[in-house]
């Protein structure tokens, strides 16, 4: 691919094909907020993210966004260590309790899932600042894909 075809293809509005180094891997948005997977296994995993000028709302505090997409994707990764690759799952519903503004340093996301039925899971994840003080509580609801595989589109 020539370096003007990278430019297309990240400018493009879609559809896209994502390759992930690894099943527990970031994917391009959580690399854009620079979230780092320190653990994910037996159901739980923990990533950490840096609070940049860039991840700011118009207060200076950290974008409720951004702490949310931390504990979505922590889930994420805690559900990936006990599906089998390549499973395609996604979020179906999720609730946030903001408990502490975010002003400075690198957060922590600690999270938790746990299959219920066929095709359902429940995480939760809590968010801790760099003092160790909780800072956000997510829950959410992920489906499992009914038939496991998601057809992707054809590259172009």
């Known amino acids: 691919m020539t370096d003007r075809q990278k430019d297309i293809s990240s400018e493009s509005?879609?559809?896209?094909?994502?390759?992930?180094?690894?099943?527990?891997?970031?994917?391009?948005?959580?690399?854009?907020?620079?979230?780092?997977i320190i653990i994910a296994e037996n159901a739980k995993a923990t990533l950490t993210?840096?609070?940049?000028?860039?991840?700011?709302?118009?207060?200076?505090?950290?974008?409720?966004?951004?702490?949310?997409?931390?504990?979505?994707?922590?889930?994420?990764?805690?559900?990936k260590s006990i599906l089998a690759p390549q499973t395609h799952f996604a979020t179906i519903s999720l609730s946030s309790k903001f408990l502490y503004p975010v002003k400075k340093g690198n957060i922590t996301a600690r999270a938790e899932a746990k299959i219920e039925g066929e095709r359902t899971i429940r995480g939760s994840a809590t968010v801790y600042n760099e003092d160790k003080r909780p800072i956000l509580e997510f829950h959410s609801l992920f489906r499992i894909a009914s038939n496991r595989q998601i057809k992707t589109p054809p590259e172009y």
């Open 49 to 79: 993210m840096p609070f940049y000028h860039d991840y700011a709302q118009g207060a200076g505090l950290m974008h409720g966004g951004a702490l949310c997409s931390l504990a979505d994707t922590a889930v994420v990764m805690a559900i």
């Open 13 to 36: 509005t879609g559809p896209h094909v994502v390759k992930l180094k690894n099943w527990i891997s970031c994917a391009p948005f959580e690399q854009l907020l620079n979230m780092k």
